[in-house]
């Protein structure tokens, strides 16, 4: 598999342009015009590429799309995650229908999570926090893979036409892959294109937001849609395409790495102690900084400010520019985070205990 590209793994790609061209992802930046109110991360290039996202443009004014995601409950919800559940708050403001997958057959087939503790995790770590960050998750078709027979029909049917050549070639598996994880992408390539079935409504223009990470399971979907065009009537997935948000040491966040990561239920003080550790794009000394700025595109503390906790684009800029002036140094930079993390976070904490009754009879209905 080509370095970058592995839906499981652990790193950050280094090389956004190279991707895009080897992969055939076109930029979003020349669709910004025709977006309407863009968010910030489309504003600010963290979403950075697509695939076919013109189709969900034309509905987007008035049409049926739908939007598709998934969340995997093998581990805690953290800020890598809130950027997808952000950009499904914007999509749903714009008349999206959204999908919402509980991926308890990925997290048992990649992590060997058990089903119960899968559907306990999505509980308490993905959807009562998407509910609480804004997601109205009574008005999005949310299921578990486990429980869904329409995917695992869908996935048994499409598979006939893709053979292990395909597959190998798009995700790199070895003799040593066991089968459940072999036969998974399947599972995925039926997420993606369920919500084009006649139940749901039939065929209609679908967009992925994905980490880049993310697209062997796009092209793969896209491939399949084409195999089956004239039976399903499929459309091909649009998707987009964001960067991948780093945790505190450089690495991608991950659930699998707690001391790096940032996640929604840990209280301040722990990411009050966490963000004092993180890297940032200063100078060795007070003084050096003062003299020759910073570099805040290597830090991580700006990042998350791009990405999460500087909702103007002008006060970000502004942030930026002092930066570079050295007018101000790392220590007062966190400080300012810090306070606005502080205040995100007790928000966040109350209004998960308002939805939470709420999700509790979601989950309920949809995994009795």
Not at 59 to 82: D, E, I, Q
Not at 83 to 112: H, N, P, T
Not at 212 to 236: C, I, M, N, T, W
Not at 245 to 271: C, H, N, Q, Y
Request: charged share 30%; hydrophobic share 35%; net charge negative.
């Amino acid at each position: 598999m080509p370095e970058g590209l592995d839906p499981w793994g652990m790193e950050v790609p280094e090389d956004y342009a190279r991707l895009m061209q080897e992969f055939g992802i076109r930029p979003l930046e020349e669709l910004l015009p025709s977006i309407p109110d863009p968010p910030h991360l489309m504003r600010r290039g963290v979403i950075f590429g697509h695939r076919d996202f013109e189709r969900v443009l034309e509905r987007m004014g008035g049409g049926r799309y739908a939007v598709m995601t998934g969340l995997m409950p093998s581990g805690r919800m953290h800020l890598g995650h809130k950027m997808v559940v952000d950009q499904l708050i914007w999509y749903q403001r714009k008349g999206g229908e959204i999908f919402l997958c509980v991926a308890d057959m990925e997290a048992f087939s990649a992590r060997g999570i058990p089903y119960d503790l899968g559907r306990k995790i999505a509980f308490e770590e993905y959807l009562v926090n998407c509910e609480a960050l804004g997601l109205e998750l009574e008005r999005c078709r949310v299921y578990f893979q486990s429980r869904s027979q329409q995917v695992q029909g869908l996935a048994y049917s499409l598979a006939r036409r893709v053979n292990f050549s395909e597959v190998r070639a798009i995700y790199g598996f070895s003799g040593e892959t066991h089968l459940s994880h072999l036969y998974y992408p399947m599972i995925d390539v039926a997420d993606i294109l369920h919500p084009q079935l006649e139940e749901f409504g039939g065929p209609r223009p679908t967009v992925v937001p994905v980490g880049v990470d993310q697209d062997p399971h796009l092209r793969l979907a896209r491939d399949v849609a084409a195999k089956f065009s004239e039976e399903y009537g499929f459309l091909p997935p649009s998707s987009t395409y964001h960067r991948l948000m780093r945790d505190l040491f450089g690495g991608k966040m991950s659930s699998s790495r707690p001391d790096s990561a940032l996640f929604l239920t840990d209280p301040p003080e722990v990411w009050e102690r966490k963000l004092w550790d993180a890297l940032t794009g200063g100078r060795p000394t007070a003084r050096e900084q003062r003299e020759k700025g910073g570099e805040p595109s290597k830090c991580l503390v700006y990042e998350l400010c791009m990405y999460h906790f500087a909702p103007e684009d002008r006060e970000l800029l502004e942030l930026k520019e002092r930066c570079e002036r050295g007018e101000i140094i790392c220590g007062e930079c966190k400080e300012e985070l810090i306070g606005r993390v502080k205040g995100f976070l007790r928000e966040l904490e109350e209004r998960r205990r308002e939805v939470r009754p709420g999700v509790e009879r979601l989950l309920r209905r949809i995994s009795p």
